[in-house]
């Protein structure tokens, strides 16, 4: 309490030197809580679209199924198990099945992925229901990225050509029957989507797919012969690693800040210690412990967090939340980047996150308070008293 | 340990490490103190009178000998068992005051009675009472760099006072204050030393002080020279 007492009063009337540190650290404060509230804001809508758009609540992989090599879809396709197919099942699976393809818009030829699904489904947020109008061509719908990389527009009309299961080409006039604008790139770039019953006659792979979506509603998935069950977060361990790995580089801006601020303090501590021996032989002759003056010392060392989170709480707050509604415009689009990413992102703080840095904060600049202090248990009282410690 | 007497210092060498040898401050020193004592001890500069203060106020320990102070070994003290006893029985006035500045008048006096835990109207009763002492009622919100050198050394003496200390250590109280202000404390030291029975210890050599002492102990390198109790 007396600890307490004195320290603001000391640190209030050492002005100038005490707002430094105190500033510096209020804004690696800030700092902090900006970008991992940045950084896990676009964790959950990564993860909240991939959900909505991708993953569903799980998908059944065929076994041999590898979304990073095109060349394993020739030979990742079989009969949907009975499980996943009928009017009953409809709400929960959704199969899909994937082949490559080339198209030809303005005649010029691009290697695509094609994928089949239900026009009926509502797991996932695809825009399927355009592809049951009425159309003289296959119907397809596409993403925004795959719009403009390729120039088409709705309606347009293009050629498809694949092969079939047994390798034979063949080719057809698909028509964009709807393009939709989604922060998931793997469900847009390079890729269209058509009816999966289409699919399998065109392919000749009738009633087959290559992974089968889950409802989130289902918990506790069954174990299915040739096919490999992959929950939600291994399908979304690519964004988290992402994240991840960002939150590592970005956290060397605040660890520049946060020995800045250390520093000051430190420093602040070996010169108060200093100049103030007299104040220490004091103590000591007005009968505190060495401890109970290292504590004070520390204590006001320590006081500059408090301050910094003080001050931080006052332009952070409002700065905090305005953030959080109006968002970071993103400079780079998802299909730019490669990774599920809204246009803008809604930086996220949690207690948490709020309660850990403010620990951190807190605890390093005790422990920078702490250390010069140590020194004053060394210090001989009757040299204190007179100030001749040199 | 006869009760009244409330040090007793018995063959106390005090050394100091120079060089390779030893400066040696303090030889043989044999002295006792009874309660209640205005008494001081005086001496050129360099005779070991601060010395003498500290390891009574056991604030540094003897080299050999023995010294008795309210009823502790000074040898046998740990630094923490000495701290407790400056807390709760001494009261120590220096010559440059050393009041905290950022603290006013009013709390560097309760600072003593905050080591106590004493509670709050104890505390504010007390410092009162010991503002009352030193005629400093007005000046209770004021902080020291808003006062003169004679009332930073009142406000001084009542932070050493308030606690009703069994002795009071005072080295060279007066040597940064002018003559009116030099006998203003001094007076109210010795009424405080009638009032309250506090044992008063100085160390000094200014005739001022030397003047209203009761007892002179005269430290000549090291040695006492003289010891002269004259009655009032
Ligand atoms: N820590 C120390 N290390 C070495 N020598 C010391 C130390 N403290 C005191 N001395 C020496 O001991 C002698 C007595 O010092 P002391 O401070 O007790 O004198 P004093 O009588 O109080 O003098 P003054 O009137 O100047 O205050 C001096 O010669 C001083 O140099
Ligand atoms: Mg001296």
Sequence with gaps: ?390 | MDNSKIINISGLVKQFPMGNNNFTALHNINLAFIKGEFCGVVGPSGSGKTTLLNIIGLLDNPTSGNADVLGHNANDLSVKEAAMIRRKHMGFIFQTFNLLPVYTVFENIEFPLLLLKMSKNERDKAVMDALEWVGLTDKVKSKPAQLSGGECQRVAIARAMVKRPDLVLADEPTANLDAEHSHNILQTMEKLNRELQTTFLFATHDEKVIQYLRRKITLDDGTVAGDITTSK
């Excluded at chain 1, 099942?89 to 094609?114: D, E, F, H, W």
């Excluded at chain 1, 050629?159 to 080719?171: C, H, I, K, Q, Y």
Aim: hydrophobic share 45%.
């Design chain 1, 1 to 390: 309490m007396i600890a307490i007492k004195l320290a603001i009063r000391n640190l209030l009337g050492a002005g100038l030197r005490t707002w430094l540190s105190v500033i510096v650290l209020s804004i690696t404060f800030i700092l902090i809580l900006l970008i991992h509230g940045f950084l896990e804001g676009w964790n959950r809508q990564a993860m909240h679209d991939m959900k909505e758009w991708e993953i569903g609540g799980g998908q059944y992989w065929h076994t041999e199924y590898d979304p990073h090599d095109p060349f394993t879809l020739e030979d990742s396709h079989r009969d949907i198990p009975s499980l996943f197919m009928g009017q009953a099942n409809k709400g929960n699976y959704c199969p899909v099945l994937i082949s490559q393809a080339t198209i030809y818009p303005q005649g010029r030829m691009r290697s695509i992925i094609m994928k089949g699904i239900d026009p009926d489904q509502e797991l996932l947020e695809l825009p399927t229901s355009l592809l049951k109008g009425d159309f003289e061509e296959i119907p397809v719908i596409i993403g925004t990225a795959m719009a403009r990389a390729t120039k088409l527009a709705k309606g347009d009309i293009t050629t498809l050509r694949w092969r079939d299961v047994n390798g034979t080409f063949d080719a057809a006039e698909i028509v964009v029957a709807g393009i939709f604008k989604t922060n998931v790139p793997t469900v847009d770039a390079s890729q269209i989507w058509m009816s999966i019953v289409t699919m399998q006659e065109l392919v000749s792979m009738n009633n087959e797919g290559t992974l089968i979506v889950i409802s989130p509603e289902i918990t506790n998935p069954h174990p299915v012969p040739g096919w490999e069950f992959k929950d939600t977060d291994s399908l979304l361990s690519a964004i988290i690693s992402t994240i991840k790995t960002k939150t590592i580089g970005s956290s060397f801006i605040y660890i520049v800040f946060l020995a800045l601020g250390l520093l000051a303090v430190f420093d602040t501590q070996v010169l108060s210690i200093f100049r103030r021996q007299k104040e220490i032989g004091t103590y000591v002759a007005l009968g505190m412990t060495r401890k109970q003056v290292v504590g004070i010392f520390t204590v006001e060392g320590a006081m500059h967090s408090i301050l910094a989170v003080l001050l931080g709480a006052l332009w952070g707050i409002p700065l905090l939340a305005w953030l959080s509604k109006t968002g970071f415009g993103m400079p780079l689009s998802a299909d730019e980047f490669g990774l599920a990413m809204a246009e803008r992102i809604y930086p996220a703080y949690g207690i948490g996150l709020i309660m850990i840095t403010l620990l951190l904060i807190v605890i390093t600049t005790t422990i920078v308070s702490y250390l010069p202090s140590r020194r004053i248990s060394k210090m001989n009282p009757t040299e204190a008293i007179r100030g001749k410690i040199q």
